[in-house]
């Protein structure tokens, strides 16, 4: 199993239902594929350094988990498929990017303490 993090930018218009299903679906359907999730982080609205289908901000979501690497191609398909969907990009961490999550996560528990 490889560890990676995804980043995707969900269509503003969307409801807070909405966001908050759509991120369940593709949580779900890891989980199916066997993945681990490590962490999930939703960074909000967020406005965006230029404009993607006219749209000006997007709900920005992350994921870091540990998966088999044939997972990822069909992974990355069921984001194209989604029209909620303006921007994703998956990276696979090496150790020196793992232990910079670690530090973030760190970083960020400490921010809201």
Known sequence: MNHYETVFI???VLSDVQVKETVKKFDDYL???GAEMIHKEDWGLKKLAYPIQKKKTGFYHLFEYKVAGEIISPFELEFRRDDSIMRYLTVKLDKHAA?????RKERNK???N
């Open 99 to 103: 232990e910079w999550a670690v530090k």
């Open 110 to 112: 400490a921010a809201k």
């Open 31 to 33: 989980v199916s594929k």
């Open 10 to 12: 969900l269509n503003p």
